[in-house]
């Protein structure tokens, strides 16, 4: 049985790959990620000594490529976020639906999260809607970075956007990491970069609502399994991960939780009135 399982997986990752080379993706079914290939990485040939952290140039259309990685605690971030405003990804395009928390569409998705070393460049950024953003990327970034800080290993560490043919919006992102010292991280998957209620053109960013909001089943509000607020214990706020007062947070006084809104707000904190989470 697990044979088989894996063979299916193994031929589901063979598919992604032919269909990212003819312009394709796997088709959205309604979970933030799938899982590729048993969750088994390919991605043995990176450098497994020292920790460092590399992007792959801006391919021909300014979009960003590749970016690869080994993980370690010097890779991890201390240090304030640097600001993202002077960086415009291809495709942006501000977009705005009542329905998604802090309202934006769009974010600046680094391709190797903040937290866990990745840098505030235009060859680390895209453009990602919120969903990729939090439900997909964030759970893994978080996975390695708790790994990292409890074990002090290495990870070995891929993420690769798959845009397809001329569209300037990559349709999701594979993410591969393996754990150097033991088999602690295994992880393979597609995340999409979608917004479940909001239709995309990939070719240029623009968007519209799809459908009316009471057919979005989506996480809209924060969960402990799709959303991590971030606490500033200095000021007792809590806020989206997406929200730009996050920049100005000092490192000692930033907190990242899986609590609920009632149970932050039972503990004194108050919501932030920027992104009103």
Same mark, same amino acid.
């Given at each position: 049985?697990?044979?088989?399982?894996?063979?299916?997986?193994?031929?589901?990752? &063979?598919?992604?790959?032919?269909?990212?080379?003819?312009?394709?993706?796997?088709?959205?079914?309604? %979970?933030?990620?799938?899982?590729?290939? $048993?969750?088994?990485?390919?991605?043995?040939?990176?450098?497994?000594?020292?920790?460092?952290?590399?992007?792959?140039?801006?391919?021909?259309?300014?979009?960003?490529? =590749?970016?690869?990685?080994?993980?370690?605690? %010097?890779?991890?971030?201390?240090?304030?976020? %640097?600001?993202?405003?002077?960086?415009?990804?291809?495709?942006?395009?501000?977009?705005? *639906?009542?329905? !998604?928390?802090?309202?934006?569409?769009?974010?600046?998705?680094? &391709?190797?999260?903040?937290?866990?070393?990745?840098?505030?460049?235009?060859? /680390? &950024?895209?453009? $990602?809607?919120?969903?990729?953003?939090?439900?997909?990327?964030?759970?893994? %970034? /978080?996975?390695?970075?708790?790994?990292?800080?409890?074990?002090?290993? =290495?990870?070995?560490?891929?993420?690769?956007?798959?845009?397809?043919? $001329?569209?300037?919006?990559? *349709?999701?992102?594979?993410?591969?990491?393996?754990?150097?010292?033991?088999?602690?991280?295994?992880? /393979?998957?597609?995340?999409?970069?979608?917004?479940?209620?909001?239709? !995309?053109?990939?070719?240029?960013?623009?968007?519209?609502?799809?459908?009316?909001?009471?057919?979005?089943?989506?996480?809209?509000?924060?969960?402990?399994?799709?959303?991590?607020?971030?606490?500033?214990?200095?000021?007792?706020?809590?806020?989206?991960?997406?929200?730009?007062?996050?920049?100005?947070?000092?490192?000692?006084?930033?907190?990242?939780?899986?609590?609920?809104?009632?149970?932050?707000?039972?503990?004194?904190?108050?919501?932030?009135? =920027?992104?009103?989470?």
């Amino acid at each position: 049985m697990k044979s088989a399982v894996r063979y299916a997986s193994l031929i589901l990752a &063979l598919l992604l790959l032919f269909q990212a080379a003819c312009g394709a993706a796997p088709e959205y079914t309604g %979970e933030a990620s799938i899982v590729l290939n $048993g969750d088994v990485p390919d991605i043995d040939n990176l450098f497994a000594g020292d920790e460092y952290i590399s992007y792959e140039p801006l391919d021909k259309w300014l979009r960003p490529s =590749r970016a690869v990685a080994c993980l370690g605690p %010097e890779t991890l971030s201390d240090t304030v976020r %640097e600001s993202m405003r002077g960086i415009i990804p291809p495709g942006w395009q501000p977009s705005t *639906y009542d329905f !998604i928390p802090g309202f934006n569409l769009y974010q600046r998705c680094h &391709l190797i999260g903040s937290q866990l070393g990745g840098a505030e460049t235009e060859e /680390n &950024l895209i453009t $990602g809607t919120q969903y990729l953003n939090i439900a997909g990327m964030l759970p893994i %970034e /978080n996975q390695i970075a708790e790994y990292i800080r409890t074990t002090g290993n =290495r990870v070995l560490y891929s993420v690769w956007p798959y845009y397809g043919a $001329g569209n300037c919006i990559c *349709y999701g992102v594979q993410i591969e990491a393996k754990s150097v010292e033991d088999d602690g991280i295994l992880i /393979n998957r597609y995340c999409f970069n979608v917004q479940p209620g909001v239709s !995309i053109d990939y070719r240029t960013g623009l968007n519209h609502l799809s459908g009316t909001t009471a057919d979005i089943d989506i996480p809209n509000e924060p969960t402990a399994s799709t959303i991590t607020y971030v606490l500033n214990t200095n000021t007792k706020r809590f806020h989206f991960p997406t929200c730009s007062s996050c920049e100005e947070i000092k490192p000692k006084n930033r907190q990242e939780t899986t609590l609920s809104r009632d149970e932050l707000v039972d503990l004194g904190y108050k919501p932030c009135g =920027r992104c009103k989470p």
